[in-house]
């Protein structure tokens, strides 16, 4: 990289810098035209310093770049930008391609092509998704769908290590991306849906090794949680996560890990949360079932834990917490705090007190009804008993928000530090919920739900919304008629950009919501947009096209791949398949 | 009764040995033959075709053996993470014995092979139970217009 060009980054991104003073844990280095890191930075922002587009400007956007990925499927996570190239990440089978940004056309410099099995298809509960790979040290690293992690070289493509963290065969498949803190690769695994015991792990940045294994549930050795370090805000005791479990159910109970972490460097803290209990059937599982549906922080070089939270205890509705936790300082009750904000799927915006896992604010963000509200001196939710499930309560209906959650935790959010506001999507929908007994039965889902979904109050099915989590309040909100899937993105720019599940990608004004442009991109947009510098010094905004992620979501009739699996459409969303169908196209969007 | 046999099974099957000649299998009879040449193969029946109390058993097991939580419940196998069981397609073909290879040993995109779990009776009790899923009209066409 020239001289010049190194100068005008550091330039910009002390530029940057001075607008970020409500962000933690910056992506270490001088550019910050980059995108190195699946949240842009460690406090999962998704805010960049980048402010060549604005409110005023953004009208003019308009497509410069496309490339077919090949490979149809949810199309989630997001690329990343190092230095002049940009790195993708398929669906399974998980391709990873290096396209050369200095180039007209922007060919491809390699692509890596890993062999992945096929079973991991059938063993993945909601498509074969990945969620987007970690660039540390000169390596890509991402999971590949089959239970591995992989490394490989930023410059020539060749893969450094390959380490099977998972077992399919267990239920166990690999869709989030890794974090990398230090020497530490940390990964977990999907599985809520066959009764994984789960875990996360941390892996050395160099071989690729394990270092250390840690459960989510379980004795607390186990889970890495000693008497003299771990800290629960609420709780007491030894062994919570066995105590908690019923019939020693801990053994199946699931809390897998599939969404986002992040980090504060000053606390050391990693961030990430787990999934729901399993199985469906909360009968089987009497007790609050920790740490299932919870945030839990742990060191990462060593994984110990140091505290958790559970947002729902004892999950009667598949609410994984596997949301991003993002962290931000904001001024709460006008004392400054440094917060970590998560949109959960229970329909509650939460914002903790990072440092010790306390509830400060939890409002709703998005209509619900299984709890009243989240008493703050205990940080329970108050539940509505007419909407407890189990096989002995039948099929207890309209429970809002649905399985799908008020939020997907595959759709992320963003902050910024300029309008202090969080931005998220939502989806709008109810459900009803009949459970059976589950029989656990290895390499076979446990799950037991039957669970029609409608939409939710209102007449609408999703929405993108701006939130100001120091208060816990809605400031404006985008209605749209399907479900939103896609992730956020602001920029210093004061734009805000996401996707529609019928194929908009958008952006709109950060403060007001006024939306300032469009664009039908091909397919349903389920990934997460993200903005950088191009070799020209111009500021470019990419995303992925390809809807998926959710069998029911995309209900069957979006695909035309096989002819041998032909779907009805849901009653919930009976025409999504006429604005869209599967895809795999990456957009690069420009003034 | 079914299940419970079937379960008492598990753990019992038997590793398979190697052999050096292709034992006799099932003819596939959807599958192109080269050279008009057909392989030494048997051709499977159910031997329960049409049998509604059968079928009602095969039922139990969808749900039982946890076959509703990839192929779906409502209605019963309209897809989810596996293809759809009611559309009168078959990825790997419709023949019986196509239905009960897949279920027996499986197939390779993570459809779990169930024939140690199950047996062959508890196969076809699954297969006659498929088979007896009502196939909705116009499969082939969504429309939107009115």
């Given at each position: ?33 980059q ?14 310093p980048l402010?060549?587009i604005?409110?005023q ?11 077919s ?11 990343l930008?190092v230095?002049?190239t ?12 290096a ?9 491809l410099?390699?692509?890596y ?8 298809l ?16 000169g390596?890509i ?14 410059h020539?493509?060749?893969?450094l ?23 530490r ?5 999907a599985?809520g ?7 996360i ?12 294994s ?9 889970m ?80 110990s834990l ?10 009667n ?13 904001l001024?709460?009750g ?13 329909g ?17 963000f ?27 309560r ?8 649905s399985?799908?959650?008020?939020v ?6 963003a ?12 989806a ?6 009949a ?21 939710g109050?209102?007449?609408?099915l ?5 939130w100001?989590a ?6 404006w909100e985008?209605?749209?008629p ?12 004061d734009?805000?950009f996401?996707?529609t599940?019928?194929g908009?990608f958008k ?23 993200i903005?950088y ?15 998926g ?11 035309s791949?096989?002819?041998?699996d ?26 | ?7 008492l ?9 190697p052999a050096s ?23 499977l ?16 097991l ?11 419940t ?8 596996g ?15 196509e ?27 699954l ?8 196939v ?11």
């Open positions: 990289m020239p001289a010049t060009r190194i100068a005008a980054l550091t330039w910009i991104a002390v530029l940057g810098c001075a607008n970020c003073a409500g962000a933690v844990g910056q992506t270490p280095g001088p550019v910050d035209g995108w190195t890191m699946p949240a842009k930075d460690y406090a999962a922002t998704r805010y960049s402010g060549e604005t409110a400007n953004a009208r003019s956007l308009h497509p410069v770049w496309t490339f990925t090949g490979v149809l499927g949810g199309h989630e996570g997001q690329p930008v230095g002049d940009m790195y993708v990440v398929t669906p399974w089978p998980n391709v990873l391609y396209f050369d940004l200095t180039r007209e056309g922007y060919p410099k390699w692509k092509r890993p062999e992945v099995s096929a079973n991991a059938g063993v993945a509960c909601c498509d074969a998704v990945n969620r987007g790979a970690f660039y540390a040290d390596k690293i991402y999971n590949l769908l089959d239970g591995h992690t992989v490394a490989v070289d930023a020539s493509g060749r893969e290590w390959k380490t099977r963290i998972a077992e399919v065969g267990n239920g166990e498949t690999t869709t989030m991306a890794p974090l990398v803190v230090r020497d690769v940390i990964v977990g695994a599985g849906e066959f009764g994984i015991y789960g875990w792990k941390g892996l050395d940045l160099a071989s690729g090794r394990p270092a250390w840690a459960r989510n549930l379980g004795p607390d050795e186990e890495r949680a000693r008497g003299d370090t771990f800290r629960p805000p609420y709780d007491q005791g030894t062994d919570l996560g066995t105590h908690s479990w019923g019939n020693d159910s801990w053994r199946t109970g699931g809390a897998p890990v599939w969404g986002w972490m992040s980090y504060d460097p000053d606390l050391d803290l990693v961030y990430y949360g787990t999934g729901n209990a399993s199985p469906y059937n909360p009968e089987q599982r009497p007790g609050d079932n920790k740490w299932s549906a919870s945030v839990l922080a742990r060191r990462p070089g060593d994984g140091v505290w958790a939270y559970q947002f729902t205890p004892h999950d509705w598949d609410y994984d917490a596997t949301g991003a936790m993002v962290l931000a300082d001024t709460v006008g004392r400054p705090v440094k917060a970590l904000v998560h949109f959960d799927k229970n509650f915006a939460y914002t903790l007190d990072r440092a010790s896992g306390r509830v400060l604010i939890a409002q709703p998005t209509p619900l009804n299984w709890a009243e509200a989240v008493d703050l001196a205990s940080g329970r939710p108050v539940l509505n008993p007419a909407k407890q499930t189990g096989v002995s039948g099929n207890v209906k309209d429970i809002c928000p399985l799908e959650g008020g997907s935790p595959a759709s992320p959010p902050y910024s530090p300029r309008t202090h506001l969080f931005y998220t999507a939502t709008n929908l109810c459900m009803d919920y459970t059976k007994h589950a029989q656990h039965l290895r390499g076979t889902p446990f799950v037991g739900v039957d669970s029609p979904y409608r939409g109050p209102g007449g609408y999703g929405s993108f919304l701006a100001d120091a208060r816990g309040r809605k400031v985008n209605k749209e399907f479900p939103n899937w896609s992730g956020a993105l602001v920029t210093a720019g734009v805000v996401y996707g599940l019928d908009w952006s709109a004004d950060a403060r007001t919501g006024r939306v300032l442009s469009k664009f039908k991109v091909g397919s349903g947009v389920v990934g997460n947009p903005t510098r191009g070799p020209d010094g111009r500021q470019y905004v990419a995303v992925y096209a390809g809807i992620g959710d069998w029911a979501l995309l209900a069957g009739d979006t695909r791949d096989d002819p041998a032909v779907r009805a459409p849901a009653d919930y969303v009976k025409d999504i398949a006429r604005y869209t169908s599967q895809g795999g196209i990456i957009w690069i969007f420009a003034l | 009764m079914l299940l419970t046999g079937a379960l099974s598990c753990g019992q099957q038997r590793a398979p040995q000649v292709a034992p006799p299998g099932i003819a596939h009879e959807s599958h192109i033959v080269a050279g008009d040449v057909a392989p030494e193969a048997s051709i029946r159910n031997p329960h075709a049409g049998d509604a109390a059968v079928a009602r058993s095969g039922a139990l969808f749900t039982a053996m946890n076959c509703d939580g990839c192929h779906g409502n209605p019963p196998g309209a897809g989810w993470v293809p759809n069981l009611g559309d009168g397609r078959w990825r790997y073909g419709g023949a019986d014995a239905v009960f290879s897949s279920i027996y040993y499986g197939r390779p995109r993570g459809m779990p092979a169930f024939g140690g779990a199950l047996g062959a009776e508890g196969v076809w009790t297969v006659t139970y498929l088979q007896s899923l009502p909705p009209p116009n499969v082939a066409t969504e429309s939107w217009q009115n």
